[in-house]
């Protein structure tokens, strides 16, 4: 099936309101309609300063979205991708304990559940299932809250939407939590080419068993609304018939569908009162308010979510796209709603037989949707930011000011606080020492410049100037102390500029080493998947007390390169160094074995060796290692002598780690060079 005419921008509604929703939520997550009421009010705007908490956050409802579907894309497209595919992907994004989820406890949080299950050997769907999990925590919302990306790549397709949320809901949940999800994905789906929430409503229905109580309570809800026009009666009647003390668990997923029926049928089809009516109504907010959303960002499109301006409702200025996604994969961490909107698309184009949707030569920052800004904001300086009619991004200020974008932990302060936070902010920068920076300026009063972080994390700028073609500048991004966290331009007069695009290409020449003062920055430019990494007289120790644990840093566009570092083992039965990695069960890797072997191993969710010899070594010994990966060639040596070559296509592009298995290894410094 063909996609919409207006598939992009009604992506980048779906994807904006989204995330708009789950900010607006997230403050009170788990409150009532009566403490919502004393505490707040109604919900009409963002309330994260009466409660002192940020508003860009990292959220299990906004990262499980955007991970979770990354399946389809891993698994080749396919439309008929299984809930065990699915699976997989949550072993290779999740990191125990860290990432992505609410990570409750067995029996306790659902998602964590299923997650032992997968670690255990258990497939889904049985990993999700009543049998195995029982009726009560196979029941609750997270079917629900991660399943709008899987409508979305199936605009006006109903069928296949369906078919992908009930594979992607049965890898954790079962039974009325999958009717819900399958529900919701079909209105998602038709929100594409109907725009009318009694039809959409209709045509969910006819997805799920009449008789099933997400049906019931549906109809009682839409006649309820045939007779009580005020959402706050309509709220009452369904608080008393299929609230909480009726559905156990933690977060059961009745009586949430429930308040997400009801605001759309209250809501008039008005993206602002619709999203107000959600989170007014209490319990799971941020859910709830998500997925409606994303259901009224692909109704309206952007034009409905900034109506809400006449209002005094800037639902868009506040958030400037921004989102993190913090999985194994680092890269998409530090993200937007413009990158995440374009991987849907891309992934729908595909199911759709259609060219790939690629604006400006693929720039990273292209500024293509109306009203987005990327991220970037003013940073220092005066200046005003915006994009009324898309394609470039408007710049006006005073000289010396600084408008940017992150590419990586924004600033020490919010690194720490997302530290102490129930979801940790797990990122790995977004550019590199190497790499080719290029923009598209409308002046030559402006320039562009990357700021990164110096050996005691203070903030260090370079400034590119490009003489020769100041309106398309490029330059070769040059060696720096520490991680480049943002790019930008800086203004060097009283201008008013625009900025067409901004990206980068090709491989990165860096070295890694721990610096010799107190910075941290660095640190946590590495994605940790041991489960212990500290550093010691050496770099890094990586401790993993059972199975394969992995460090890594780079990104999925990382194609040729060499990969060298010291490898230490203490005590392990493996130990090595990756390239290519996409995850933690995706990449390949040179590793010795405590067997005496070295072995060239390809991981695609299931582990095989590509190559393998044998090789003397003890534990203490110091093992200088290099793997080399350009096109389907693959080569590793140690301590200067080539001991394996292999051929594999699997995967094309991917970041550096470092591996341990049942043990310890230390290592001083890792070094990635290009193949040429």
Known sequence: MATTADYAEQVYAGVLGKVIGVYLGRPFEGWSYERIQQRLGDIDYYVHDKLDVPLIVTDDDIAGTFTFL?????????????????????????????????????????????????????????????????QVVAEQIGAQIFIDGWAMVAPGDPDQAVKFAEAAARVSHDGEAVYGAKMLAAMESMAFVENDIQQLIDIGLTYIPKDSVIARMIADLRAWHEVEKDWRGTRELLAANYGYDKYGGNCHMVPNHGLIIHSLLHGDGDFSKTLKIVNTCGWDTDCNSGNVGCLMGILVGVEGIDAGLDRGFDWRGPVADRLYSPTADGDRCISDCAREAMQIINMGHTLAGEDRFEPKQGAQFHFTFKGSVQG???????????????????????????????????????????????????????IFPGQHLRAGLSSPDANLYVAYYGENDEVCFIDVDAPDDPLEPSIQVPCVSGPIFEVGVRLNKDVSIELDHLGWRGNPQVVFERPKHRGRMWKRAWVDAVDQLVSWTEMFRLVQNEGLGMISQGTREWTDYIVRADVTPHLATRAGIAARVQGLTRFYALMVTRDQKVQLVKSLHQESVLAESEFGWSFGDTLHMSLGVDGDELWGEINGQVVLSARDSSLDSGAIGLVIADGRSATHKVEVTKTD
């Open 376 to 430: 970037f904001q003013v940073k220092s300086g005066t200046a005003q930011v915006s994009n009324p009619s898309g394609g470039s991004l408007r710049i006006a200020g005073e000289a010396g000011a600084r408008v940017g974008t992150p590419v990586f932990a924004p600033s020490v302060e919010v690194a720490e606080y997302f530290e102490k936070s129930h979801y940790t902010l797990m990122a790995s920068p977004r």
């Open 70 to 134: 990354r399946a389809l894309e891993d698994h080749g497209t396919n439309p008929d991708i299984s809930s065990k595919d699915i699976g997989e992907s949550w072993l290779n994004y999740l990191i125990k304990n860290r990432s992505v989820l609410w990570w409750g406890g067995l029996g306790q949080s659902t998602e964590h559940t299923a997650y032992l299950r997968l670690a255990s050997g258990i497939e889904a769907p049985l990993s999700g299932s009543m049998a195995t999990n029982g």
